[in-house]
């Protein structure tokens, strides 16, 4: 069954430093997609950054970087220059692909950050 | 602007009496569905449409039921909602139900059933 592992439930960094926030995957599709979302204490859900299966690269966005190491099935979330405003619930998700695809996002249970000033 | 709105944003409620939670995008997408969003459980998908007068079932079904008669809307509805429905819930599209479309959220509407 398709599933998402993040470890973490809490992490704290210092303002200006970069964070790692860890995530697996278990999947037996060949075609997914990986997703981050950042949820602000306002509660809405914002789209961060994706990366596709069958993408080389490791997908950038500003301050967010995807370290995607396929093999080992891991899709960690890197925020460069952490600032105040990035304290937040983060979480990882997984869309299906085909065949049976329902287009559902497959949510992980989330890491808290808090950035210290 | 490029959004997805829904109404009401709060809502508390009585066990029994119908309510209706509407779900609108305005960046012409095929893809709609809900989530609700409960502590330890994290979000989990109600149902789906893929496009008009297409939907399915997601994991947690029962007690809800959706209609998508134009493209834009999705409305989710409660006929009889008791005290385990209460939960934060979010309506998302994407253009397509594909693995490389991110969905885009609503920002959420908490229940409360009592």
């Known amino acids: 069954a398709q599933k998402i592992t993040q470890t973490q439930p809490g992490m704290f960094v210092q303002e200006k430093e970069a964070v790692t926030l860890d995530c697996t995957y278990d999947t037996s599709d060949q075609s997914y997609g990986l997703f981050w979302y950042k949820q602000p204490s306002s509660g809405e859900m914002i789209f961060l950054i994706y990366q596709g299966s069958y993408d080389e690269q490791n997908a950038t966005e500003g301050r967010y970087s995807l370290n995607f190491q396929k093999a080992r099935k891991s899709a960690n979330l890197v925020i460069s220059a952490s600032q105040l405003g990035d304290s937040a619930m983060y979480f990882c998700?997984?869309?299906?692909?085909?065949?049976?695809?329902?287009?559902?996002?497959?949510f992980g249970q989330g890491t808290t950050l808090q950035v210290k000033p | 602007e490029a959004q997805v709105t829904q109404n009401p944003r709060y809502l508390i409620t009585v066990t029994g009496k119908k309510l209706t939670v509407t779900c609108s995008q305005n960046?012409?997408?095929?893809?709609m569905s809900w989530y609700r969003q409960d502590p330890g459980l994290g979000l989990r998908q109600i149902y789906y449409?893929?496009?008009?007068?297409?939907?399915d079932k997601g994991d947690v079904p029962e007690g809800y039921k959706v209609s998508r008669k134009e493209k834009r809307n999705f409305p989710l509805i409660l006929e009889s909602p008791s005290p385990n429905q209460t939960s934060l819930y979010f309506c998302?599209?994407?253009?397509?139900?594909?693995?490389?479309?991110?969905?885009?959220f609503g920002p959420g509407t908490r229940l409360t059933v009592t």
């Open positions: 449409s893929m496009n008009v007068e297409v939907t």
């Open positions: 998302a599209s994407s253009l397509f139900g594909g693995s490389s479309y991110e969905q885009y």
């Open positions: 960046m012409n997408h095929e893809y």
């Open positions: 998700a997984m869309r299906e692909g085909v065949p049976g695809n329902t287009g559902k996002l497959i």
